[in-house]
């Protein structure tokens, strides 16, 4: 089970929410029990349907309340409050009801005021929680910013992927990690990766040990986080290993924490100039999220001159 606290919630957030605490108590977890539930999913407006989740009041929620009787919207607050919800915030600079006030003191749920638009305090709530509950793993490869694009560059010990990724820095490219990388699901088909505080800016490369990237080359050539867009995966040729297929009919993916991330497979070889290579792939990747494929565009050229549409 994936958590945080309110308390960790406050200490991040506090400053930019411009949150006060009026009463309650900032122990509460705030935590994903069930995989259906996206994190996001933990915070939004008064939810009278799913009272444990963190509950936002704005000046709608409380002009709403003052059309209805007294014992209605006691009736509805006990119900939310008794299911412990991690928090109430009321935004908008709304003033507190007392009837709230009270009943947040005697079940110790935390409840803070903001100055600042409900609707913002619901999308940086969001924000924050798909991060911090993000489903994680920790992958073995280098991660680079090629061209804009986040690039995992995988393959067996040995494969050259620190040199490849050398390579890439010396030509332009950004590192974000080398040897481990923590990637984060941030949004049913977002992944985020980043590098492990110990690991930053450093690279190892055989013959050379390790390398500080930001010391050589400067602060442009080191990312803190990149969307993960594309797997290269970096494959020595076995003696009679079959050759990979030339003109594949259908992308090739890896799937990571369950989204699928488009792959290719470069074979590794002497005088083979992987750098290049990469580049290619990366900027035919770019053409793909745009709409272009040009295995689709040869085979309808392909197509067209077999009926005879093609002009001579």
Known sequence: MRQTSVSRLYERLGQPLELTHVCGGLETAIAVSEERIWPADLVGHLNLIHPQRLQILGAAELAWARRQSRDKIAHHLNEILAARPPAIVVA??????????????????????????????VDQLRQYLARELAETVSLHGVFMDVLGLGVFITGSSGAGKSELALELISRGHGLVADDVVEFARIAPTVLEGRCPELLQDFIEVRGLGLLNIRTIFGETACRRKMRLRLVCHLERRQPGQDDPTRLPLQQEAQGVLGVQIPRVVLPVAAGRNLAVLLEAAVRSTILKLRGVDPTQDFIDRQSRAITGELPD
């Open 92 to 121: 908008d600079g709304s003033e507190i009801p007392g009837l709230l006030h009270g009943l947040c003191e005697n079940f110790g749920v935390a409840l803070f005021t903001t100055p600042q638009a409900s609707a913002g305090v």
